[in-house]
C-alpha cells in the first residue's frame, strides 16, 4: 500500500503514515500517536514555518481586498478596520492546522530531523 501524500493528509490534518487517525489533539497540539496506526509522533516539530506560510499567504490576500476595495467604494477608515482584522483573523486562525499538518507530514516524509552538534 502506497503512502498517502503529505500535501494531502497535512490539509486534512491526519496521520501522515496512514492518512486516517487525527494528527491534532487540540487546535495546534499534536497527538502523541495515531489511534489508527500507532505511529509516534513525538518527532513533529514544524516550528514556526506554518505562521511564516499562513502571513505570506493571508497579507496579500488582505491587502488586495483592502485596496479593491477602497478604490471601487472608498469607505471610512473604520470601515476597513471593521472588515480587514476579523478577515485577518479568522484567515490565518482557519489556515494554521492544516499548514502545520502539511509541515508535519512533510516532515515524516522525508524523516526530517532536528540538527545535532
Known sequence: MA???PILTGLLCRCP???KGKLFRGYLKVA?????CGLDLGFADSGDGPAIFVIFLVAPIVI???LLVGALF???PYV???LWIP???????ALLPPFKGVLVALQYRHDAHEGHQ
Open 3 to 5: 503512502e498517502p501524500s
Open 17 to 19: 503514515r496512514c492518512g
Open 32 to 36: 502523541p500517536s495515531c489511534t489508527e
Open 64 to 66: 488586495g481586498l483592502a
Open 74 to 76: 472608498n469607505p471610512p
Open 80 to 82: 476597513h478596520l471593521i
Open 87 to 93: 478577515a485577518t483573523l479568522i484567515l490565518s486562525l
